[in-house]
T-cell receptor, first 112, second 112 residues
């Protein structure tokens, strides 16, 4: 079992709709969770981080964390064509606090 | 404010050659990381350094060595390059072990 798992996609969402991206992780003791966006040929850039159970909102983005289910998600409201990218989930592993493990990423395409 | 700087940006090696990828950060971060990214594989952790003077293996350390030269610099060495090491390599740093990582622009390495 991979330590961090994501559906690879592609996920196609119409412009203006809500895009929902999901991630599960294996280390029950993990404490820090991150979502990165990566455009083709570019470096990953941080969108959101979340440490506590529940929701965290930042503009059009909402991160949701459920530690009991070992599940973290990212919602993008009012999706724009500029949101088309690969979204990477990352988890800071409890076994080693410095060990940040990434999922394989979900490719999101926003269709006009 | 340069952030995380990687050199070189592009490199072509012949099988069996050696080289060192350089990484430096100017954010006074304690932790540094090396990842590789292959198509459809997300980011895989090669080695990381929680703090100056320490290094640890990640998910895919075979064929690589690292040196945390000082707080700013973290280098990755390929002693005998193989075609399987053709990839994009990213260096990243974070302020502390559980905080978000910031990435360099990447090094595209081809081994022929």
């Amino acid at each position: 079992q991979k330590e961090v798992e994501q559906n690879s996609g592609p996920l196609s969402v119409p412009e203006g709709a809500i895009a929902s991206l999901n991630c599960t992780y294996s280390d029950r003791g993990s404490q820090s969770f991150f979502w990165y966006r990566q455009y083709s040929g570019k470096s990953p850039e941080l969108i959101m981080f979340i440490y506590s159970n529940g929701d965290k909102e930042d503009g059009r983005f909402t991160a949701q964390l459920n530690k009991a289910s070992q599940y973290v998600s990212l919602l993008i409201r009012d999706s724009q064509p500029s949101d088309s990218a690969t979204y990477l989930c990352a988890v800071n592993m409890y076994s080693s606090a410095s060990k940040i493990i990434f999922g394989s990423g979900t490719r999101l395409s926003i269709r006009p | 404010n340069a952030g995380v700087t990687q050199t070189p940006k592009f490199q072509v090696l012949k099988t069996g050659q050696s080289m060192t990828l350089q990484c430096a950060q100017d954010m006074n971060h304690n932790s540094m990381y090396w990842y590789r990214q292959d198509p459809g594989m997300g980011l895989r952790l090669i080695y990381y350094s929680a703090s100056e003077g320490t290094t640890d293996k990640g998910e895919v350390p075979n064929g690589y060595n690292v040196s945390r030269l000082n707080k700013r610099e973290f280098s990755l060495r390929l002693e005998s390059a193989a075609p399987s090491q053709t990839s994009v390599y990213f260096c990243a740093s974070s302020e502390r072990s559980a905080s978000e990582a910031f990435f360099g622009q990447g090094t595209r390495l081809t081994v022929v």
